[in-house]
């Protein structure tokens, strides 16, 4: 028989897994252009506010048809998904429902708006926050924590929006 992760490279991704990388770009993520996006390409499923559509059982099981991207049932602010190029990637491979990476329907530079919109919407705040990448060499260049900036605006926000 054969192992599962046989012909897997070591500390490597599996190929087919994760999002595909993309050239983002060179300017600030445009949030008003992504809320016109989202209303046209994400609304219907995720919701006006962003808040998911839930299932038939949902007070029975907590689940969602359509996931939250905003409020408390949403990823917190320390996810993966909350910043903007991983958000970007996600968006650009994965929406809307049914799209996949070989035949995206949003541009990149939809994808990036539309992301930096979704971003902007309310969620959890992650509690120690601060302390996810203390070494600065290997901070994720799009991890808007204020505590990392001390009080340069100008480098948060260019973390939170780029450009990259």
Known sequence: MIGFAEGTKKN????????PKLKLPNRKADVVAGEKIY???CMACHG?????????????TGSYTFPPLAGKDSFNNGAGMSRLKKASQFIHANMPLGVNSDAPVLTTEQSYD???????LPRENKKGREN????????PTDYPVPAYFN???????????GPY
């Open 48 to 60: 006006s506010k962003g808040l998911g559509t839930k299932a038939a059982d949902f007070v029975a």
């Open 132 to 139: 996810d990448f203390p070494n600065k060499d290997f901070r």
């Open 151 to 161: 009080d340069d605006k100008t480098a948060l926000e260019k973390a939170k929006l």
């Open 39 to 41: 209303q046209q390409s």
């Open 12 to 19: 490597l991704a599996m190929d087919g897994t994760g999002v």
């Open 114 to 120: 539309v992301a930096a919109y979704v971003l902007s």
